[in-house]
T-cell receptor, first 111, second 113 residues
């Protein structure tokens, strides 16, 4: 399985952009990078995914480096409700798609 | 409202007892998944089903069983053979099992008495 490495925790001021990094140096050419977040005691919420191009949706932007070995999730104007654990996941195919979750980054948005 | 529902939110199990966790989706998704989450950890795949009447073991299937008799439903039974069942259980679904985003339910917290 392709593994991901994320910082254990990060802080960001409310209203500022939150930039969450992720390393996935062993990613294969056909493996997507997914981002989910999980607020305490809730199910993970899908944020965004990409293969090699940068992606943007109403929640966030995803920047993937040209060599695809790392990516950054950007929350452009963080609010207190963005406080959560953010998971960077490389989706692999093993008979069915499989999401391999690491321990994620605990993002705290401070007022 | 379309989505994935899990019930109950909290479940208590006595020693030696089997318990069944419910997962229902009205998203018309073919594929469904069960994950387990332990405190401070990521999710681990228990079982998955790509289509009705078919399911496969994930990484930690021992002590669990599933069925997929209807497209909308994928119940998980935690058997007495599962020695450490206390965890947060999450169900997910996707349109197909190939290259599709998984969406998660709210989870069931199982506690052993």
């Amino acid at each position: 399985d392709a593994k991901t490495t994320q910082p254990t925790s990060m802080d960001c001021a409310e209203g500022r952009a939150a930039n969450l990094p992720c390393n996935h140096s062993t990613i294969s050419g056909n493996e997507y990078v997914y981002w989910y977040r999980q607020i305490h005691s809730q199910g993970p919420q899908y944020i965004i995914h990409g293969l090699k191009n940068n992606e943007t949706n109403e929640m966030a932007s995803l920047i993937i480096t040209e060599d695809r070995k790392s990516s950054t999730l950007i929350l452009p104007h963080a609010t207190l409700r963005d406080t959560a654990v953010y998971y960077c996941i490389v989706r692999v195919w093993e008979g069915a798609q499989k999401l391999v979750f690491g321990q994620g980054t605990r993002l705290t948005i401070n007022p | 409202d379309g989505g994935i529902t899990q019930s109950p939110k909290y479940l208590f199990r006595k020693e030696g007892q089997n318990v069944t966790l419910s997962c229902e989706q009205n998203l018309n998704h073919d594929a469904m998944y069960w994950y387990r989450q332990d405190p401070g950890q990521g999710l681990r795949l228990i079982y998955y089903s790509q289509i009705v009447n078919d399911f496969q073991k994930g990484d930690i299937a021992e002590g669990y069983s599933v069925s997929r008799e209807k497209k909308e439903s994928f119940p998980l039974t935690v058997t007495s053979a599962q020695k450490n069942p206390t965890a947060f259980y999450l169900c997910a679904s996707s349109f197909t099992s190939v290259q599709e985003t998984q969406y998660f339910g709210p989870g069931t917290r199982l506690l052993v008495l």
